[in-house]
């Protein structure tokens, strides 16, 4: 597939969302630098847009994201340079972290929509985000042990505070697939729909979540996260902090002046 670096990522908004889709199907949305930078750069984007309120990730064609793209780039040399010790920390840190961290760290909440097989970092991609709404046909695999290779993309991060330690290794270990149904009974998965329905299940549920209280949200976020790598007196002064911040907000105000008023409220996303 020929065409510029935004070509690996279509985009559109409507609604209050931001619809952000990988679109190298040839390569199974394979992740490569062009794609990795341009969803990194749209989650940036929605983070600081006020009029973006909640943000969908899928792809197009039959498959959600097969990991990593392992073949070189075109004009790369057919032997590659020799490694030196720290070359591949440092390809990790600035390249699969990177996009995982941004999906973590966007400010507004993310829901994956996940059409067919996500695949290492396909599949860290997906859990990342704070929703995962899965087709009947998705499935999810810790592909990393079928290449020899140790889990990266924070996998060895986010597995075991999704599904708990014995589970996560058990599908790190031997890297079987993992079809829909399963992965949301594990919990892996927020809610699994037929195929023609996925779009539509995302759109309700993105134009539900940018019509909330979208500080609130960010806020709500950014304590779960933090969490499940706090003790509970630094969980608790977080909350304590979260809830001074939002109070300041025109849509706390604005959901106690509607508490009060017995009516709808109508949040502005301030």
């Known amino acids: 597939m020929t065409g510029t670096p935004e070509d690996t990522v279509l985009h559109r908004f409507e609604s209050g969302v931001s619809w952000i889709t990988l679109n190298r199907p040839e390569a199974m949305n394979a992740v490569n630098r062009d794609l990795r930078e341009r969803v990194i750069g749209l989650l ?15 792809a197009t064609g039959k498959g959600f994201c097969a990991g990593a793209d392992l073949r070189p780039a075109p004009g790369a040399p057919a032997t590659p340079a020799e490694r030196v010790v720290g070359d591949v920390a440092r390809m990790i840190r600035l390249g699969a972290q990177r996009l995982i961290t941004a999906v973590l760290d966007c400010e507004k909440p993310v829901i994956a929509a996940v059409n067919g097989t996500a695949a290492g970092l396909g599949a860290h991609l997906a859990l990342a985000c704070d929703l995962v709404i899965a087709a009947e046909p998705a499935r999810f695999i810790e592909v990393f042990v079928r290449r020899g290779l140790v889990p990266d993309a924070g996998g060895a991060y986010l597995l075991p505070r999704l599904i708990g330690p014995q589970k996560a290794k058990e599908l790190m270990f031997f890297g079987d697939a993992v079809p829909a149904a399963e992965a949301e009974r594990l919990g892996l998965v927020n809610k699994v729909v037929p195929a023609e329905a996925l779009e539509e299940t995302a759109r309700e549920w993105a134009e539900r979540l940018a019509q909330g209280p979208t500080r609130a949200l960010a806020l709500t976020k950014q ?3 933090a969490s499940l790598d706090s003790d509970r007196a630094t969980a608790l002064a977080a909350e304590a902090t979260a809830q001074e911040l939002n109070m300041s907000t025109a849509d706390a105000n604005e959901g106690v002046a509607a508490f009060v008023e017995r009516r709808t409220p109508k949040y502005l996303g301030r």
């Open 223 to 225: 304590l779960v996260n």
């Open 44 to 58: 940036a984007e929605a983070s600081a847009d006020p009029c973006v309120r909640a943000v969908v990730i899928t």
